[in-house]
């Protein structure tokens, strides 16, 4: 499918958006130098008949998201949650694709639902309302379970969604992969890889019994987060195509005007968004990816309530404490520290000068905390630490894209509600409590208690993986002494041994 006829798609998107009127906006936005801008005029002006119409309706750069389809949509999402990149007129056009997009008839929706569940809807539900909003993979209805009455929001993909993702990831693979022929250096960036991380993702999203689940293990790590809500989830009226969650009732998170109405405060509202991601993503590993305003809001206590889990972001401990350590050290100004993380960890090649990617790295940290903080950006921190190790052969980290993109989206949320927030004043006793309890001699303490946990379960087994080995060294006639299995089940005896004397130690602390 990845084949040449997808530049006719691509052809498409750039005439698109002439067409509608938003490329001279979106060139302006991001400020591009005019010869640029003139020359994508040029080239896709011609082409310019072969554009999406949409709904003239809509604002111009909305209007042709829409008609290209659900992955420009989703893309969209993302920048209206950064007024700062975009400007403030075009993130206010591209909310409305947070939730307000044309739905499709609620017959179909009851028809899906019949389907998935195996029971009509007034059976399941005993009010079932039309929807009541539209997203660009799915629309949500306001109903009530029979029996017990309780409110819920009954969340349906629209029809044919995964035919349409998958027309439109086939695009990016194609223009991905003649970014790596056409422009070699390139490469470096993996943009196969990064397309494919997105398909996994997006792929992911499509099955609401992963998005049901996976608010069901979010429920459970934040239970106990005061100030947090997530709705409970309903199994048994929940499939791959239909899920049912508790209903929630609050104002949507980028309606500021209304949450200053109703007597909360904004300012902190904005703090408590950025300490719950962070909290999230360094306690648990496991935070939610798509916090954009549109799945977020604040509830007439003052709470703030997630949902659309369809993006759940996961991180193991190792990069976990990777990623704490480099933002504390730019919070100290520590930046030979910043640097040795990225070396210890091999994001940076191991034959760099160290010392000049220290140098590099302050050159990244000491305008950003001379700024007002009105302008202090953990994202644009982010932008300018991505240039200095793409100079020092650093490759794209597949597993910290959705990381990276979602402290972007967060910092835009947090800034709708707070525009004088500090990133950095936030963040630092967040981080440096993490950096007390998992960095260090305690940590270590931890970790080799789990080591002896793990070498337990192997415990029964070590007589036979030595006796086996000895047997394959006696075959194989004068073995290199590093490689020889023999060698490497002393070594894990040794290990074996020095964990449990290390775990007897934890014991009598």
Same mark, same amino acid.
């Given at each position: 499918?990845?084949?040449?006829?997808?530049?006719?798609?691509? %052809?498409?998107?750039?005439?698109?958006?002439?067409?509608?009127?938003?490329?001279?906006?979106?060139?302006?936005?991001?400020?591009?130098?005019?010869?640029?801008?003139?020359?994508?005029?040029?080239?896709?002006?011609?082409?310019?008949?072969?554009?999406?119409?949409?709904?003239?309706?809509?604002?111009?750069?909305?209007?042709?998201?829409?008609?290209?389809?659900?992955?420009?949509?989703?893309?969209?999402?993302?920048?209206?949650?950064?007024?700062?990149?975009?400007?403030?007129?075009?993130?206010?056009?591209?909310?409305?694709?947070?939730?307000?997009?044309?739905?499709?008839?609620?017959?179909?929706?009851?028809?899906?639902?019949?389907?998935?569940?195996?029971?009509?809807?007034?059976?399941?539900?005993?009010?079932?309302?039309?929807?009541?909003?539209?997203?660009?993979?799915?629309?949500?209805?306001?109903?009530?379970?029979?029996?017990? $009455?309780?409110?819920?929001?009954?969340?349906?993909?629209?029809?044919?969604?995964?035919?349409?993702?998958?027309?439109?990831?086939?695009?990016?693979?194609?223009?991905?992969?003649?970014?790596?022929?056409?422009?070699?250096?390139?490469?470096?960036?993996?943009?196969?890889?990064?397309?494919?991380?997105?398909?996994?993702?997006?792929?992911?999203?499509?099955?609401?019994?992963?998005?049901?689940?996976?608010?069901?293990?979010?429920?459970?790590?934040?239970?106990?987060?005061?100030?947090? =809500?997530?709705?409970?989830?309903?199994?048994?009226?929940?499939?791959?195509?239909?899920?049912?969650?508790?209903?929630?009732?609050?104002?949507?998170?980028?309606?500021?005007?209304?949450?200053?109405?109703?007597?909360?405060?904004?300012?902190?509202?904005?703090?408590? =968004?950025?300490?719950?991601?962070?909290?999230?993503?360094?306690?648990?590993?496991?935070?939610?990816?798509?916090?954009?305003?549109?799945?977020?809001?604040?509830?007439?206590?003052?709470?703030?309530?997630?949902?659309?889990?369809?993006?759940?972001?996961?991180?193991?401990?190792?990069?976990?404490?990777?990623?704490?350590?480099?933002?504390? $050290?730019?919070?100290?100004?520590?930046?030979?520290? =910043?640097?040795?993380?990225?070396?210890?960890?091999?994001?940076?090649?191991?034959?760099?000068?160290?010392?000049?990617?220290?140098?590099?790295?302050?050159?990244?940290?000491?305008?950003?905390?001379?700024?007002?903080?009105?302008?202090?950006?953990?994202?644009?921190?982010?932008?300018?630490?991505?240039?200095?190790?793409?100079?020092?052969?650093?490759?794209?980290?597949?597993?910290?894209?959705?990381?990276?993109?979602?402290?972007?989206?967060?910092?835009?949320?947090?800034?709708?509600?707070?525009?004088? %927030?500090?990133?950095?004043?936030?963040?630092?006793?967040?981080?440096?409590?993490?950096?007390?309890?998992?960095?260090?001699?305690?940590?270590?303490?931890?970790?080799?208690?789990?080591?002896?946990?793990?070498?337990?379960?192997?415990?029964?087994?070590?007589?036979?993986?030595?006796?086996?080995?000895?047997?394959?060294?006696?075959?194989?006639?004068?073995?290199?002494?590093?490689?020889?299995?023999?060698?490497?089940?002393?070594?894990?005896?040794?290990?074996?041994?020095?964990?449990?004397?290390? $775990?007897?130690?934890?014991? $009598?602390?």
């Amino acid at each position: 499918m990845r084949g040449p006829h997808n530049i006719f798609r691509l %052809i498409r998107t750039g005439a698109t958006l002439e067409r509608s009127g938003a490329m001279g906006a979106v060139l302006g936005a991001m400020e591009a130098p005019a010869s640029i801008r003139i020359v994508a005029r040029i080239l896709a002006w011609p082409f310019r008949w072969l554009g999406h119409k949409g709904d003239a309706s809509l604002p111009p750069l909305t209007r042709a998201l829409t008609a290209m389809g659900p992955a420009y949509i989703k893309f969209g999402q993302i920048l209206s949650t950064r007024p700062d990149v975009v400007g403030e007129d075009l993130a206010k056009q591209l909310r409305v694709l947070q939730d307000r997009l044309p739905p499709f008839p609620a017959a179909d929706a009851r028809r899906m639902i019949a389907k998935e569940l195996g029971l009509p809807v007034e059976t399941l539900f005993s009010e079932f309302s039309e929807p009541v909003a539209a997203a660009s993979i799915a629309q949500v209805h306001k109903a009530r379970l029979a029996g017990t $009455g309780e409110e819920v929001a009954v969340k349906v993909l629209r029809p044919g969604i995964e035919r349409a993702f998958r027309r439109d990831i086939d695009a990016f693979y194609f223009a991905a992969k003649m970014v790596e022929l056409l422009a070699p250096g390139a490469r470096r960036l993996r943009p196969m890889d990064v397309i494919a991380h997105f398909e996994g993702v997006v792929m992911g999203e499509l099955d609401l019994r992963l998005e049901t689940a996976g608010a069901a293990e979010f429920a459970a790590t934040t239970a106990n987060d005061p100030g947090f =809500v997530v709705p409970e989830v309903h199994w048994f009226q929940s499939s791959r195509r239909v899920m049912t969650l508790g209903w929630v009732e609050g104002i949507p998170a980028g309606d500021v005007a209304a949450i200053r109405a109703q007597g909360h405060d904004c300012e902190a509202l904005g703090e408590q =968004v950025l300490q719950l991601f962070l909290m999230h993503a360094l306690r648990d590993g496991y935070f939610h990816a798509d916090m954009h305003q549109g799945n977020l809001k604040i509830t007439a206590d003052g709470n703030i309530a997630a949902y659309d889990f369809g993006i759940m972001g996961r991180l193991d401990e190792y990069t976990r404490r990777v990623y704490a350590e480099i933002l504390f $050290g730019f919070i100290r100004k520590d930046y030979r520290r =910043v640097a040795e993380v990225h070396f210890e960890a091999g994001y940076v090649p191991a034959d760099r000068d160290i010392d000049e990617f220290a140098r590099a790295l302050r050159s990244v940290g000491e305008p950003i905390f001379g700024m007002d903080a009105s302008r202090i950006s953990m994202a644009r921190l982010l932008n300018y630490l991505f240039e200095v190790t793409e100079r020092f052969g650093m490759q794209t980290r597949t597993e910290l894209i959705l990381l990276q993109r979602t402290m972007v989206v967060v910092e835009g949320v947090a800034r709708t509600l707070n525009p004088h %927030i500090n990133i950095w004043q936030v963040a630092q006793p967040l981080v440096e409590d993490y950096i007390k309890k998992n960095v260090g001699p305690k940590a270590l303490l931890k970790d080799l208690a789990q080591t002896v946990q793990v070498l337990s379960r192997f415990g029964p087994k070590l007589p036979q993986m030595v006796e086996t080995a000895l047997m394959r060294q006696a075959e194989t006639p004068e073995p290199a002494p590093l490689r020889s299995p023999l060698y490497a089940v002393v070594w894990f005896v040794l290990g074996a041994g020095a964990a449990a004397l290390a $775990g007897a130690m934890i014991a $009598g602390l």
